[in-house]
């Protein structure tokens, strides 16, 4: 099987598996943009060096399961939705230090606000301290409400807020002389701040969720005896496919169409910074062993948003069912191929890009 890439976007294809039983094989392309680009001018593809590369692997901003992911691995066999994803740091307007900032993500239906605060800690009266100052803050879900108590476990008694494992804040088995001193959490929703450290609060950030929080972990499907017995390996009934969607369920939308506009509030020291997606239209294909090419409609289905990288990042994704073997699939096409390629073929010869032109 082999790859063509005539784009300029980066592509790669993995094998699949399906809700049906079905093999496959997804095929992804991706690029990276400015969010600002030089005025007067017409966004372009940021070169390979400088985008986001294709991830085989889901990365953590530290230990795996027991930090915020950052990026999941673009090979899922199909999302239902786009996500929408966001790795920011709120900034005091005019670069003059707050103790709080309302940040916000506006694009297609979605539009989400909540609040970043400074630092803070627990008193021995389970309340906060009053936020220090910051002019920039990152917003992730390290830092927002959430957590594991393990205070009780030699008991047999664990809590976690499964909406968010890995935050800060969740004690609801700390005795109140235990709280004092430990790191409140520095994001909340507009106007429900965090006051009890033994209730559940709605964690608050851009980034992408774990399979195993809430609410996701739901769409995983039910692995019992009867799965065991009857259904492995493959999925069971139960499954639903929401359950390769890594944006937390606010942050999800429609495909992506190109010429949306989105708006950013708080996560710049500009204050608002607006761009519009590219309106690219992405040729996808497979040709089959009898040399048969089958065009398929790839979709922009995850969005990845780095205002402090000033870049945004968007994945196209195809899938093709495979009825015996891989080796149905002949070529994988990205990017539509010139006709000195299409000859080549034909005429079993191989062809040589002119100096300078990217083929794959």
Known sequence: MELHNASKLQASYASALFKDGRSGIVMIAKGSWPIKAPENTRPCLLPESEALPIQETDTFTGEPGLSAPVYENDFPSVKPFCDVIMHACAHAPQGKSAEQVQVGLEVSNIAKFFVVTGACKWTKWASLTPPQPFTAQPVSYDLAFGGTDLTQQD??????????????????????????????????????????????????????????????HQFGGTYDQHWIEQVRPFLPDDFDERFYQCAPPDQQTAYLQGGETVTLHGVSPEGTLTFKIPENAVYMAVIDHHGTEHVLSPQADTLIIEPELNRFSIVWRANWPVHRTPEEVDTILVGTPTRGWRHARMTGKTFVADKGKRIG
Not at 156 to 165: E, L, S, T, Y
Not at 172 to 182: D, N, R
Request: aromatic share 8%; charged share 20%; proline share 16%.
């Open 155 to 216: 008991k047999g008694q664990v809590k976690v807020c499964m909406a968010n494992p890995v935050g800060r804040g969740f004690m609801p088995l700390h005795p109140f002389k235990a709280i004092e001193g430990k790191p409140g959490p520095q994001t909340h929703e507009t106007g429900k701040p965090v006051v009890d450290p033994s209730l559940n609060y709605a964690p608050q950030s851009f980034g992408p969720i774990a399979r195993n929080w809430a609410p996701r």
